[in-house]
């Protein structure tokens, strides 16, 4: 309990918020159909892959730069992260992906709006093999974030940064396609 009195512990969640407000409101933001014709899946994929190589550069001396439930859930299970910091960053992430749609809808015009970036099953997938899919990818996503910060890698390039934003990028590729 020691560590919810930290102010670091606190700057750290705010963090998360921050991060995560950013996250949805960058990612979404270029999922939405801003021209006419079809949406652009390398550009959605993209844009979520630099903002979150983007925040984690930015924010991950101050919180790990998490910036998503599932990276913050692996490090708990890992025990790389406390339970009352893993619950507080959990909390964060959600309230702050909440404020960033909300921001992302509050300053979108009605007919771009759409359903705001929200991706659903192709018709031929189902539910079953959706799961397994996102399973599949979000065990990618964490397998590299957990290589790009172990302190035993030396041949990592400068930072983990790009390798987690690929990472991403390479998810939301193979996943929406």
Known sequence: MRELRSS?????????????LLYALLGLGA?????????SVVGAALAFGLAQATLVQALG??????VNPAIT?????????SLPRALAYLLAQVLGMLAGAGV????????????????????GVGPGQGTVVELLLTA????????SFDDRYDGRPGTAAVPVGFSLALGHLFGVR
């Open 8 to 20: 670091s512990f606190w700057r750290a969640v705010l963090a998360e918020f921050l991060g995560s």
């Open 31 to 39: 999922s939405l159909r801003w021209a006419p014709g079809p949406p």
């Open 61 to 66: 001396h101050v919180s790990g730069g998490h």
């Open 73 to 81: 859930l692996a490090f708990l299970l890992a025990s790389q992260l």
């Open 104 to 123: 992302l809808y509050g300053v979108t015009p009605a007919p771009i709006r759409g359903t705001l970036g929200l991706s659903a099953l192709h018709p």
């Open 140 to 147: 990618q996503f964490v397998l590299c974030v957990f290589a």
